[in-house]
Every structure is written in C-alpha cells, then in structure tokens.
C-alpha cells in the first residue's frame, strides 16, 4: 500500500508510462458501470449451500452478474434461477466484487485524478460500515464471518476494502465521516479475524494480511508486529508455508493462493515499516516461490491439478500474471528466467476469466479476442507493477528438476512432460495418490491428475480416491494417509530417471528421447492384490488383441467393468488417439487388466473409460512403456528377460536394468548409467503440531442387568460419573463457552457380557433435534444429524482393532433415537438400541452398544469418547460440542470425524 508521497511518485511514473496508462484507462472503463449506477450491497450474508449457485439440470456454476441479484443462469444450459440458496450464494460473490471495485475507484481517485471514482468509492466504504453489524456471525463453516462464512473469505474482503479506504485517506480524499465509519469495520474485524488463527494455511496468508492492513490503518505497531512476526504470521509463512523449493506445501492451487495472500501481506508490512524483502534470505525465498509454479507448469502453461486443486486452469489468468508482475517488480534482483517465462504467459493463447474469491474483476468481461496483456489486470498493478516490461528478457527453458519438499519429478523433455509423485501426503488437502504419473505430450494431456470438483458434491469422493488417479493401490482400497519418499533422481543428457517409494511400493520412471518406461513394483511379507489404473485421454482401443467380458468392481463412481479375455503371454498394446496423436501403453504384467467408467476430469462434462492392471502376490511387478507420439509410434515390443525389461523399437533395442548404483540403459548409441541415490529424510517437524495431553480416563461398571433403556439413567450402577462441563472440553463455533449452567453433560459408563451402555444427562435450555421427516438441510457433505443436539460415542476394544463410533439423535417426541455410523469407523447402526426423554434441566439419553468381539472381563480397558452437540433454536448449523476427551478449538469441519488416538481410556469394573 502506498503512502502519500509514494502515491505523488506513482503519479508521475504514469504520465510516462504507456503501459501504466493503459491500464488505468481500462480500469476507468471498467469502473465505468459503477459510476453511471450505484451497484447494490447485498443486505445477506453469504451461504455455503450444495444446491445454491449451482444449476440443478447439469452442476454447473451459475453465471455470478453483479447486476441481477435475483435471477441467476447457467452458462452451459440457459436455465434460469432464483430463490435465496442462490441469492446467498451470489452475495458471496458479490460482497467480494464491491470491495474490489471500491478498491479500483479509489485507485483511479489516487493516481489518475478521477474525481467521481474517489467520492463512489468513499460511499460504498460508509455504506458497508453502516450494515455491517446487521450481518450475523454466525452458521459458520470455517471461522468467524459476518459477510461470509468463512474468515479467510471475511480477509479477502477486507483487504480490498481498506486498500480502498487507506488509499483515498493518504491521497486526501477520504471524508472524516467515511473514515469514522471504516474504524468500526476495520474494529470488528480485528476482533473476528484476531481470535481466528488456522496454523500454517493457505487462508492464514489471506487473515495475517488482513490484520496487517488493519494494523496499517490504525498505525497499531503491536498489531503490525503480531501479524508480521508471529508463530504463524507472515514471516513464518513465507519461510515455512513455501518449502524449500519454493512450493506451497499443499500444491500449485493453493501455491498461487497463498502466494497473492502472501504477497499483499508483505506489502501492508513494508508500508507498516517492515519490508521484508530487505533481508537477503526472504527476498529469496520470495523469488522461489514466485519460481515454483513455472517450474512445474505443464507444457499448454496450466497447472497440474495436484492434490485439491481446480482442474485445467491456466496460468495466463490476470489473477496469476499478476503475481509475476507485483512480485518481479518487488524484487531487486530477479530470478533468472522468470520474466521470459511472463512473457511466454503474456503471448500464450489467452484463457477465460475464471470466477476466483480472490479475482473477479473480468466479471462480466467479454472472452479474450487477444492474447492477454498488462492492461489486463488490477488496481494493485497499476500501483506497483514495472512501468515498462524489460525489452530482450531470455527464453524461459524449463528442464527435468526434482522439487525437493514438495517430492515432485519432473522429467520434461521439449514439450513432454511426465511427473512422478513421491513426497509428502501434502496435509489436509492431499490426495492418497502416492507415486502418480502425470503425461502431457504433443499438446494433450495425456495422463492427468484430476484435481477436484466442488467441495460440496459427493463427486469430491471420488476425486480423492487412489482409483481416480495413475497410483497404484493395494487390495482394493485407497492409500492409506502417509508419505512417499524419492530414492532416486538424475537427468543425464537424453535419459531422466526419478524411483519414488511408498511403503512395499516402488515406481520408477525412465524417460528417453522416444519413450518412457515405468515399473511399478510391489514387495511384502504376505499377499496383496496390487491394481494400477491408467486414466488415458482420448479414444481407447486393444491393440493386441483379446474380448471384455463382464466383471465387478465395487464402488459407488464405476460401473461397466469388464475383464480382457484371451490377452495372451506378452504386453498388453492399449494406444490411445487425440486428433493426430497417440499414446501407446505396452503394459507388461502378470495378471488381469480391466476397464470400467467412471467420473471424467472434473470440468469435462461426462464420464470416462478407465483401465486397471490387476495382479496377486507378495511380489510383483508391473512394468510399461508410454509413448507419446504426435506421428508413427516407433516401439514394437516390451519384454522381460530375467531382471532386465527389453524395449523393442526401429531403431534397436534398448535393455534396462537396476543397478547397484542406479538405472543402466544399453543401446543401439552406447549405455547410460543413470545415479542419483538419495536418502529418505528425516520427516520435518510437522506444520501442525498435535499435542497430546494425558488421555482422559473413566471407569465402567459393571451392571448385573441390563438398563431398561427408558431413555433416562433408571438401572445404571450411577456411581462413577464422567463429566463434560469444562471450558477446555468445548468446542466452538463463533460463541464462547456460556458455562456449565448453560450446556453440560453428565454420563455413566455401564457393562455386562452383552454389551457396553451409556447414559447421559444434558443441560441445556431448549432441546433442538430434527423431526424424521425434515427436508434435507444440503448444506454440504456431511451428515444433516450432526446440527442437532445429540451425542457422537466411539468405542475401540484395542490399539488393533476397528474403531466403532455412532451419531445418536433424538427422532421424535416418542423418545425414539436415530443412529447412524461415523464416517470412516467401523460398525452398523444396528448395533446402538437406546431411548431419549426430555428432562426439566434439558434431555437424557440412554444407549446400548452391542459390539462384535465383545469379550471383556474385568479390568480390562477400552478405548472410549463422547461428543455431546450442541444445536440452538436460532441456528443451521450447530454451535459447538462438548468432548469428554478434551477438545478446546473449534468446531469447525469436523463433521462426524474423530481420531481413535484422541479417544480416552475406559476401565471396566
Ligand atoms: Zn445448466
Ligand atoms: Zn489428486
């Protein structure tokens, strides 16, 4: 952010500067609708729903049009919506979008002498201020929010909002009324934003530069110092966030995310007066992670979609150029390259505004006719990008490289470029797709990881599973969470090789001038079955002949398998074709290849074939040759001879083998040795730190019959009560712990040989459960039953065993109870009988557990927890939950999840 004199400075650069001046004049018609017509601020608060602003015949996202906040469209179909789930979901949106453009009005006010932009932008700052204790914070899904639902989307807002504000203050044009009335804004948002700290996480980029801001207009110097150098402030992220190679530690998405959050923080810090980029070891890291992305750019300049992230996004987006342009510009020393590579962005095929929290400033825009320029982007390069592009900048010429932290190889040659996935799971937004190979050649994307769709649709599943990806699994289930490491990596002249290890698995990838060859290779004590799915694109055919049959395979996505009969001993010869070009997969394996349907790339607009390699045994191996081809394929054949794979083509036959040192390939031109072994590293220090307090511990008793299961505590043994009364057992939403009196719990443990029974006691002042035959809240993916008040129990007989755990409701007047099984613990629903009543002081429950190898004696203990949940009359979401464990925190996406470690220790007595 500029101050005044750097504002007069900037002032003058303009009147030099064509291309300063031409973005400021396509800012001027852009802003030009919000001065003819006073745009409207939506009086709702944004709501996250799966149904609102989504087209209900194709999924698609509705059109967002600042200017029709009632009707709605879909781009891909036409129809036409309306309806609050779709007001709410514009308003999202469109509160983003006014800030931008008061943003924008102000800058134009600062520096280009518009007048008229500075006197709107002033009014629709004091407009927000008046409203804005009129939005509840409250039904939030991921912090405190008032316009949203979320903090980092609160900060986003709020960035632009004191950028315009702190603007048109440092250029004089900021009325004593206006700014009194920002005050409160940027007051209450501290307030929110303040007590919302998320960790080591893309959205805290977006909060630290929110406070930074803050601190910036109040000149609050303890403020500025708590945002800057904080355990997780903006220093902490920029050094620790962006790993050692630069890379987001959650992958490209949130890479470019984080980065502008980051980039914005810094920016509030120097004008705070901490410029960061003075020390010579954070400017460098800056210029790593401004690197990162190119490095790791696909051939067409999208993104890979690793772990979540969007699908088939390009990095010519103004929201993305302006990341280079700001952070080259920031930089007094460049890194090589990264101009060159801007450039090639500038002259690429220009894509079309996509609709981003944090960018929406093509709203509206008609699509690109030319390629995209420096007059495409926002106010914030009008204040800080380089008034001229660097004439003569050097080619950007990308090589194979190994990103060390985020564990990514990269063998790229020209314009393939294939990848292997052997690092870190990657935190809460991985995917269990260890060891997945990515292949963009002749122009397509050939193998592709899909990303994600929405977070709201039960899509998202599919997408994070192993079976959606190029990953081996092993008997017929995902990969567990858990790291892969590279044991080897080295380019030497024609040859790359990278060799990821995940567990008893291994996958080595050796790319050549003509073609790739992968081994997948399993090792283990016992059996497993190990499948490989190969997702390509384009139209499939068996080129080596062979029948489908019918066959199974389980899962909610797939359908349509079938079995490939009478394949033969040798490879199977799949060739996939994309216009003019192929791939051909010579797959080597002893076992089953299948193919089935299911989900295409999200974006894609339909479902997709699929292939499985399937084989059985404590050893196998499962080898194949990839080439891409944009004319006649040249490999004839791939075998086996003992150890060594024999890879037949025109020009010869090329033999690899494992060496002791490495990879050796001996052919028609000489043999290449191929080094590289690495260690596996120590694991870093974990980004977030669990720290676990003594498990909490309990007794059962043991009862001589079992409770008449009235609903109340009648017939349990009662002594020996646990207790959830404690502010360090609540977890909250937006409201601190109103104390005992307002919501506690009381429960008793009993058990005999049948079973495990739980009776519990509730203090609360309303009771609030959902009637069975309510609609469905389709609020997101999680189960309606946990916005009701209720208890989550789980129960685990032994470190080995499953982990069993229940959500119980009240289901009616009746004392009817309704139970459901937690996501990803074991059991049915079956196994909880139980009844409810109301009570004077709020409600009783009581339960019976009936659990498979339930054997216990006395003594004997068990693993236990209770959630009790806490649902209030004036809300959709619930508002907290006691946890007899320990909780503390927020209760934030936590669904119906919890850890077995977190369980407390029952004694049966
Ligand atoms: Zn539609
Ligand atoms: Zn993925």
Request: with cysteine; net charge negative.
């Given at each position: ?94 509160h983003l979008w006014l800030a931008e453009q008061a ?481 051909t997969l010579h797959l080597l394996f002893d076992g ?21 390699e399937r084989a059985t045994g404590r050893n196998a ?289």
């Amino acid at each position: 952010m500029l101050s005044a004199g750097e504002l007069e400075a900037r002032r003058a650069l303009l009147a030099e500067s064509p291309d300063l001046a031409a973005l400021a004049r396509r800012l001027a018609e852009r802003a030009a609708p919000l001065m003819a017509r006073r745009p409207s601020v939506p009086r709702m608060k944004a709501l996250l729903s799966t149904e609102g602003g989504m087209c209900l015949h194709d999924g698609t996202p509705l059109a967002f049009d600042p200017w029709s906040p009632t009707e709605h469209r879909c781009p891909r179909c036409g129809s036409g919506f309306s309806g609050e789930r779709h007001d709410r979901a514009w308003a999202r949106f469109q509160h983003l979008w006014l800030a931008e453009q008061a943003a924008t009005l102000a800058a134009l006010g600062a520096i280009a002498d518009h007048r008229g932009a500075a006197e709107r932008a002033a009014d629709m700052l004091a407009e927000y201020a008046g409203a804005y204790f009129e939005f509840p914070n409250r039904d939030n899904v991921l912090g405190p929010s008032r316009l949203f639902f979320s903090t980092y989307l609160e900060s986003i807002w709020l960035n632009n909002y004191l950028a315009a504000a702190t603007l048109l203050r440092e250029a004089g044009l900021l009325p004593d009324s206006a700014a009194q009335a920002v005050n409160t804004v940027a007051d209450e948002a501290a307030n929110l934003i303040g007590e919302f700290d998320e960790g080591f996480s893309n959205r805290q980029t977006w909060n630290n530069a929110a406070l930074a801001a803050i601190a910036v207009w109040f000149e609050d110097e303890e403020l500025a110092a708590r945002a800057v150098e904080s355990e997780t402030g903006i220093v902490a992220h920029l050094v620790r966030g962006f790993g050692e190679d630069g890379m987001w530690y959650e992958g490209e998405n949130y890479h470019l995310f984080a980065l502008r959050g980051q980039l914005l923080g810094m920016g509030w810090a120097a004008a705070a007066g901490g410029d960061l980029l003075r020390e010579p070891a954070l400017a460098r890291q800056l210029a790593s992670a401004l690197r990162a992305p190119a490095v790791t750019a696909l051939p067409d300049r999208t993104f890979p979609a690793r772990k979540d992230s969007r699908f088939g996004v390009s990095l010519a987006q103004p929201m993305y150029l302006e990341l280079w342009e700001v952070g080259l510009a920031r930089l007094a020393e460049p890194p090589a390259g990264l101009w060159g590579w801007l450039a090639e962005l500038y002259a690429s095929p220009p894509p079309v505004a996509a609709t981003f929290d944090s960018y929406l400033y093509e709203t509206g825009a008609p699509a690109p006719s030319a390629p995209r320029s420096r007059a495409d982007l926002s106010w914030w390069s009008l204040l800080e990008m380089a008034p001229s592009f660097p004439a003569d900048v050097a080619p950007w010429s990308p090589g194979p490289v190994l990103l060390e932290s985020q564990g990514l190889a990269i063998l790229r040659r020209g314009d393939r470029y294939a990848s292997l996935e052997c690092g870190p799971y990657g935190g809460g937004h991985g995917h269990p797709d260890r060891l997945h190979v990515t292949l963009h050649a002749n122009g397509r994307h050939w193998l592709s990881d899909p990303g994600t769709g929405s977070y709201v649709s039960r899509d998202l599943f599919w997408y994070r599973s192993t079976l959606a990806h190029n990953a081996p699994m092993l008997d017929g289930v995902s990969q567990p969470v858990a790291d892969a490491w590279c044991s080897a990596f080295a380019a030497d002249g024609e040859w790359t090789w990278a060799r990821g290890v995940f567990g008893e698995l291994t996958r080595t990838l050796v790319a050549g001038p003509g073609y790739l060859l992968d081994v997948v290779e399993l090792s283990a004590p016992i059996d497993h079955r190990i499948e490989l799915p190969w997702h390509p694109a384009g139209s499939v055919e068996v080129v080596s002949g062979g029948s489908w049959t019918p066959d199974e395979i389980p899962g909610e996505f797939v359908s349509g398998a079938e079995r490939l009969e009478g394949r033969g001993d040798g490879a199977v010869v799949l060739r996939a074709r994309d216009g003019g070009a192929t791939l051909t997969l010579h797959l080597l394996f002893d076992g089953d290849l299948l193919r089935a349907t299911g989900p295409g790339n999200p974006g894609a607009g339909g479902p997709s074939t699929f292939y499985i390699e399937r084989a059985t045994g404590r050893n196998a191996t499962l080898a194949a040759v990839l080439e891409p081809s944009g004319g006649v394929a040249s490999v004839r054949g791939l075998r086996a001879d003992g150890a060594a794979f024999l890879v037949e083509s025109a020009s010869g036959t090329d033999r690899h083998v494992a060496t002791v040192e490495g990879w050796e390939i001996s052919g028609p031109d000489g043999a290449v040795r191929l080094g590289g072994a690495r260690r596996r590293r120590a694991a870093p220090r974990p980004l977030i730190d669990m720290n676990r307090p003594e498990p909490a511990r309990a007794f059962a008793l043991h009862v001589p019959e079992p409770p008449p299961l009235a609903g109340t505590l009648d017939g349990f043994e009662t002594g020996q009560p646990i207790a959830l009364d404690h502010e360090d057992q609540y977890r909250r939403s937006e409201e601190a712990f109103a104390g005992a009196g307002e919501f506690s719990a009381t429960a008793v443990l009993n058990w005999d040989v049948d079973g495990l029974y739980v009776g519990l006691d509730v203090v609360k002042p309303d009771v609030v459960f959902r009637d069975a035959g309510a609609p469905p809240l389709r609020l997101d993916n999680e189960p309606d039953d946990l916005n009701s008040d209720g208890v989550q129990v789980y129960v685990r007989l032994g470190a080995e065993e499953p982990a069993y755990g229940f959500l119980a409701v009240p289901a009616d007047e009746e004392g009817a109870i309704r139970v459901r099984v937690t996501e990803g613990s074991a059991g049915s629903a079956e196994m909880v009988a139980g009844a409810w009543q109301r009570t004077d002081a709020g409600y009783s429950m009581s339960l019976a557990l009936a659990l498979p190898g339930w054997a216990v004696r006395s003594g004997d203990e068990i693993g236990f927890d209770l959630i009790v949940n806490e649902m209030r009359p004036d809300r959709t979401r619930r508002a907290g939950q006691l946890v007899w464990s320990g909780g503390g925190g927020w209760v934030y996406l936590r669904g119906d999840r919890h850890a077995p470690e977190r369980m407390g220790i029952v004694e049966l007595r």
